[in-house]
Structures are given as C-alpha cells and as structure tokens.
C-alpha cells in the first residue's frame, strides 16, 4: 500500500494488469469495465509463420529463402527480446511495435529475391529508427495481413456470442442450463475481442 490505513478502514487488493480471459481462468470472475483487455495475436503468428515455412517447401515458392531460414529469423527476433506478446489493445492508433517488428523482418525475407542477410542488416536499421518502414510494399503486406487476421477473430467471436445465445434458448426449454455467471463473463470477453478485432481491422 502507499499509505496508512486506519483502524476498522475497508483494505482493497489489486488483482494485477490482466485481462478478462485472465481474470476468469485465474479468480473467477470478468469485469465489465477492465483496462487491460487485449487481444493477442501470439497463435495466428506462429501459425501464419508455419504455414509460410510449409509454402516455402513447395515447386510453387517464388522465394530465395529455404524455411530453415524462417527459423532463423524467429532467432533473430528472440535474440532481440521480439518474440512473442503480439498483442493488440483497444483504442490504439496504430500497430504495437513488436507485432511490427515480428511481420515487417518476416514478410521482407520471403519477397522474391530477397537475401536474408540484406533484410536482416535492413531490418535492424529499421529498428534503430534509420528508415520509416522496411519497404513500402512490406508496410502494406504486414497491414493486409492484420486487417484480414482481426476481420477473422471478429468474425469468430460473432459467432461464439451467436452459440451461447442459441445455447440459452436451447436450455431454457429444457432442465440443463448454463451457468448465468459464466455467461455474463464469457460475454464480456468475447465483446471485448470482437471490439479490438474490429478497431484493429483499419490500423
């Protein structure tokens, strides 16, 4: 605490900066009103990462780069403290820096002919504040890329609000029923998402 309490005074704990899906695993509960609601992106990236390392094994890849080269590159990211915690909060008015980082050193070693030495010293220039983006067309890459990932996270909590309603009524006409607690807070969870999802669409 910051300061004294009196005798017989009403003491309050914080639960710490989580968010609402954090909040119920851990405690049990969801709050209607909770700033630190985000939205993480950490499994769309490692699956978009792996589905890029399965198209670079392909007839099909234009790419000069081998997939042993996108681990090398998640390397690079890991060595720089910029793996991971790709997370995306309400009312931000542009891409979170390490989100950026991630797809930006990524999406410019898997343009045709590009060398992963040359991307990589570029890249780092980036980092340093030397250029404004890594290229013009990877800046519209890695924006398309997060438009279409939030249309679908949007999409997908849409319709998880749609099955509890579904599955509200189902139980109403019948003796099992869902929790109502548990409802409100999944509730407030996946409206958050869908909220982020969709402001996170025009980043």
């Not at 198209?55 to 793996?83: C, E, F, M, P």
């Not at 509890?164 to 003796?175: V, Y």
Request: with cysteine; charged share 25%.
């Amino acid at each position: 605490t910051l300061r004294r309490y009196c005798k017989g005074e009403e003491a309050f704990i914080s639960y710490g900066p989580h968010d609402n899906g954090f909040m119920l695993a851990e405690y049990g509960f969801a709050l209607a009103e909770n700033p630190h609601c985000a939205l993480e992106l950490d499994c769309k990236v490692e699956t978009w990462i792996s589905a890029v390392k399965a198209n670079l094994n392909t007839r099909r890849a234009r790419a000069t780069i081998k997939s042993t080269d996108v681990d090398a590159l998640v390397d690079v990211l890991k060595q720089h403290g910029l793996w991971g915690d790709f997370t995306l909060f309400s009312g931000s008015a542009e891409l979170p820096y390490r989100l950026q980082a991630a797809m930006y050193l990524v999406f410019a070693a898997i343009k045709p002919g590009a060398g992963i030495k040359g991307v990589i010293s570029q890249w780092e220039r980036w980092l340093r504040g030397e250029n404004t983006s890594v290229s013009e067309e990877v800046d519209l890459a890695v924006k398309n890329w997060v438009s279409r990932t939030c249309s679908e996270v949007a999409e997908h909590s849409s319709q998880l609000l749609d099955n509890i309603q579904t599955k509200q009524s189902d139980d109403a006409r019948g003796s099992e029923c869902l929790d109502p607690f548990l409802v409100h807070c999944l509730r407030l969870i996946w409206t958050t998402i869908n909220i982020i999802a969709i402001e996170s669409t025009s980043l």
